[in-house]
Nanobody, 125 residues
Framework: QVQLVESGGGSVQAGGSLRLSCVAS?????????LSWYRQAPGKEREFVAS???????EYADSVKGRFTISRDNAKNAMYLQMNVLRPEDTAMYYC??????????????????WGQGTQVTVSS
């Protein structure tokens, strides 16, 4: 089973920076994994933040464009989120997500997702 562990969260003042990490274990080396960051603020639905595929194709939510940078290190099975110019609206639990893939008969088949436990980011004004 794939295990995802987030780290790097904390409390910062508005305008500050944090770098989040997501380290995965249990990957099937025959499969390439698409990785995403999501976040969930109190009383709100979980929302997409950024994603990066195995070839480095990146997408960002409009709310973080120009401030956040996603990257990955395939050799380390790790994904990172550099967050700059943080705002109070960025306060949330940040979660790492990856598809659940099973290598079967020469194909990587998807069935659901894996989620990390989350890391808290708090931005004060």
């Amino acid at each position: 089973q794939v295990q995802l562990v987030e780290s790097g969260g904390g409390s910062v003042q508005a305008g500050g920076s944090l770098r989040l990490s997501c380290v995965a274990s249990g990957y099937d080396t025959n499969c390439d994994y698409f990785l995403s960051w999501y976040r969930q603020a109190p009383g709100k639905e979980r929302e997409f933040v950024a994603s990066i595929d195995s070839d480095g194709k990146i997408e960002y939510a409009d709310s973080v464009k120009g401030r956040f940078t996603i990257s990955r290190d395939n050799a380390k099975n790790a994904m990172y989120l550099q967050m700059n110019v943080l705002r109070p609206e960025d306060t949330a639990m940040y979660y790492c997500k990856t598809p659940r893939l099973t290598f079967t008969f020469g194909a990587c088949l998807r069935a659901g997702n894996y989620w990390g436990q989350g890391t808290q980011v708090t931005v004060s004004s």
